[in-house]
């Protein structure tokens, strides 16, 4: 069983950086694409970022590309969300999600929540001044 714990969220203002961190247990690193998804009140959610581990793939959707970097540590089963130059509108509840099949033939589905079964409890990002 796939277990997944969320930390770093907080508040921040305009313009600073925050690093969140996906602890996986259950599974190795190397087995798993980690996404990183967030909702805002109101909002579906979405796909912020993810990374096939196996190789190292990234993946980002076009509003924080440049901004946000996903990188994963094997050696400590963790994967991470660098998050720079944040905006008002990255504020939501974060959460990271493990997809355990097969490597998905079109890169952007790794970015659908759908293809996901594992999932944390999610974490509190709020960007304003």
């Known amino acids: 069983q796939v277990q997944l714990v969320e930390s770093g969220g907080g508040l921040v203002q305009p313009g600073d950086s925050l690093r969140l961190s996906c602890t996986v247990s259950?599974?190795?690193?190397?087995?798993?694409?980690i996404g990183w998804f967030r909702q805002a009140p109101g909002k579906q959610r979405e796909g912020v970022s993810a990374i096939r581990n196996s190789d190292a793939s990234t993946y980002y959707t076009d509003s924080v590309k440049g901004r946000f970097t996903i990188s994963g540590d094997k050696d400590k089963n963790i994967v991470y969300l660098q998050m720079n130059s944040l905006k008002s509108e990255d504020t939501a509840n974060y959460y990271c999600?493990?997809?355990?099949?097969?490597?998905?033939?079109?890169?952007?589905?790794?970015?659908?929540?759908?293809?996901?079964?594992?999932w944390g409890q999610g974490i509190q990002v709020t960007v304003s001044s």
């Open positions: 999600a493990a997809y355990s099949g097969g490597p998905l033939s079109i890169g952007v589905r790794y970015l659908n929540p759908l293809w996901y079964r594992h």
């Open positions: 259950g599974f190795r690193l190397d087995d798993l694409a």
